[in-house]
């Protein structure tokens, strides 16, 4: 029988069944990509739920060393570790993230401790310390301090390295920061513990959320002198450029979604391995919706994580890793 088109080429053909489509899929996404963020507090055998974060939890640390236990045998490989510091403990100047024994080397070491082979991640960046909530030290005229702030962030890192940091990850976008820390961390003997830079991190609302589950928000101002201006990519292959030269390992473009283009670009100019981070406020939006019926949850979780990968991100930080892992099983 004639058919009625005269097609040469019908792309059809190839999506036409299940085993054909996964013979010519081009993008692969697996547990061994996700890195799930997750939050420390202080205290014993509890789980606190983050409201604005279904799901999401404040965990003590033995709660979370069994909760990491499940997400390293649903395949997960790293975690990404943020303290949430009880506010009398934060301060001007940010002392708590320089104690020896505070919460994020304590938590590290039971981690390192139970689960050898599940890397940690850790966060250099004071804003979950200060009690004005920035990333930096404020200047008594309201200007957040580069130089001054790197020289705790490098004592923070060698802290972690020590505690058995696999990576620290700078998200305070302090100029020069990455630098700094690689010659402090060598200088120290620790050669292994790598660098996962916020590369291009942006000056993003959609960090709700997470500054919920830290009550970390700025008390005033906003972050707009040291994170990027959303509506700007050139300046992000600046910062990639610096971040490359100054050491980094990883890059890391953040949020997620809304910065794809800006991974996409990034993926064509470095060799080194990207990350993108799903945030807080793109993950609840997921979970909100679908809460009122409007979205399937499972699949808009798999699309978008899909999508990261498809831009070019080597590893996704994303709080549905443990969703996604068993999603993938
Ligand atoms: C701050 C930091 C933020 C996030 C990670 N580290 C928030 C901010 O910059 O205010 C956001 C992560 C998320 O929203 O999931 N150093």
Redesign the pocket.
Known sequence: MEPLMDLPRRPRRNRGNGPLRALVRETSLSPQHLVM?CFAREGRNLSEPIPSMPGCHRHSVDRLVAQAREWSDLGIPAIAL?PATAPEAKTADAKAALDPDGLVPRAVRSLKDALPHLLVIT?I?L??FTDHGH?GLLSPDGRIENDSTVEILCAMASIHAKAGADLVAP??MMDGRVGAIRQHLDRQGFLDTGILA?TA?YA?A??????DALG???KAGD?KTY?MDPANRREAMLEADLDEAEGADILMV??GLPYLDVLRELRDRTTLPLAS?H???E?SMLKAASERGWIDYDQCLLESLVAFRRAGADLILT?AAADAARLLA
């Not at 959609?206 to 500054?211: A, E, K, L």
């Open positions: 963020p943020f966060d960046a804003d979950p990333d998200s305070d916020y991190k993003s959609f960090y709700g959320p997470f500054r970390s928000a700025p972050k994170q953040k949020p981070y945030v807080s406020g993950f709080y």
